[in-house]
């Protein structure tokens, strides 16, 4: 598997930019970490090893990023609009940063699939949902949708991006609604332990899409299922399965 690491001064994060990639071929995955997760945290729990043969085979690209959460949501230390304002900062290096470099990558524009798990999920469907351009499919694994369990009660203009429910209430007809409506949104929460918030903010999201003509897979696991990597090894591979297949009819039909 050709792997490599790519590191740069961000001028937004005004810290060192560490991407990892995995592969030479296939459709762009960006992975977003769960909280305060590094870059190398979704090899170092054997996520990578799970989707080895998709990346061997040239089906599948992957980019893991550092998580910011802990500048933003998780930093105690702040306010609640500071937080808001630093996480900003964080999708803007991602939007003017990231992107450029996982284009210039694969060679050209395409659409780049986000992934998460637990926080990394919230990231990643917010992010499918504000640039639905630049994510073309999301697949989320154990997400908290509403920023409130976060934040409390505070709530401005940028906590309301940043919360997928938030957001999706806030979304009124027009070109982004229509954008996101020609994506693929994939979510996936279990039923066992740990993953009660989850749950709940899964199950929350289905009458949010349905409202607003967004089709979207709410995919429930078992009671078995947990909150937790061994479960998210299992969903990862099952999904990109899809995203593959998916991928093979539309190259067919054109």
């Known amino acids: 598997m050709n792997v490599e690491y790519h590191e740069w001064n961000s001028i937004r994060l005004d810290a060192k930019a ?13 992975v977003f970490p769960c909280a305060g997760g590094s870059f190398f945290e979704f090899e170092d729990f054997g996520m990578v090893e799970t989707i080895r043969e998709f990346i061997e085979a040239g089906k599948l690209k992957v980019f893991t990023v550092q998580s910011w959460d802990s500048k ?22 991602i939007t003017s940063e990231v992107v ?70 806030s979304l009124i007809e027009g070109p982004l609604i229509q954008k996101i409506r020609e994506n693929s949104l994939t979510i996936c929460c279990g039923q066992g332990a740990w993953e009660n918030e989850s749950l709940e903010d899964t199950l929350a999201l289905p009458p949010l899409f349905e409202k607003r003509a967004i089709p979207a897979w ?12 061994p479960w998210w090894r ?14 093979n009819k539309r190259n067919m039909s054109h």
């Not at 429930?220 to 299922?225: A, I, Y």
């Not at 299992?234 to 991928?247: A, D, G, R, S, T």
């Open 100 to 169: 450029p470099f996982i284009h210039s990558h694969m060679g050209g524009k395409q659409g780049i699939t986000a992934f998460g798990c637990s926080l990394g999920a919230m990231h990643s469907l917010s992010f499918a949902l504000r640039f639905p351009e630049i994510f073309t499919s999301v697949i989320a694994l154990s997400g908290i949708y509403r920023l409130s369990r976060l934040v409390g009660d505070y709530k401005d203009e940028l906590t309301v991006r940043s919360s997928p429910i938030d957001f999706l209430e």
């Open 18 to 30: 560490q991407i990892k990639v995995y592969g030479y071929w296939g459709f762009p995955l960006l």
């Open 72 to 93: 933003s949501w998780l930093n105690n230390s702040i306010s609640f609009s500071e937080r808001a304002r630093n996480h900003e900062i964080y999708v803007d290096y």
């Open 218 to 229: 709410i995919d429930l696991w078992g009671k078995d299922v947990s909150h937790d990597w």
């Open 234 to 247: 299992k969903q990862l591979p099952y999904f990109i399965q899809k995203c593959v297949e998916k991928n």
